[in-house]
């Protein structure tokens, strides 16, 4: 007879999609951080405003 031998995930497929959808959000926000402190020249943390957004939208287009 030919049985199928089942695998036990040792951590499930939700918990996989977590983790890569955290470290996915942790590298965004530390390249944002670092791109825009080294490349930047401003404040690292600066980024993560609400205003620093509004400012750079109306930079690009030109309002």
């Known amino acids: 007879m030919n049985q199928k031998e089942y695998r ?6 939700w918990m996989r999609l977590l983790i ?4 996915l959000i942790v590298s965004m ?3 944002l951080v ?3 402190s080294v490349i930047g020249e401003g ?3 600066q980024i993560l405003h609400w205003d ?3 400012q750079l939208y109306q930079y690009i287009s030109g309002g």
């Open 20 to 23: 890569v959808l955290f470290l």
């Open 29 to 31: 926000t530390s390249g």
């Open 8 to 13: 036990t995930r040792l951590i499930p497929m």
């Open 34 to 36: 670092i791109g825009y």
């Open 52 to 54: 620093t957004w509004q």
């Open 43 to 45: 404040e690292g943390l």
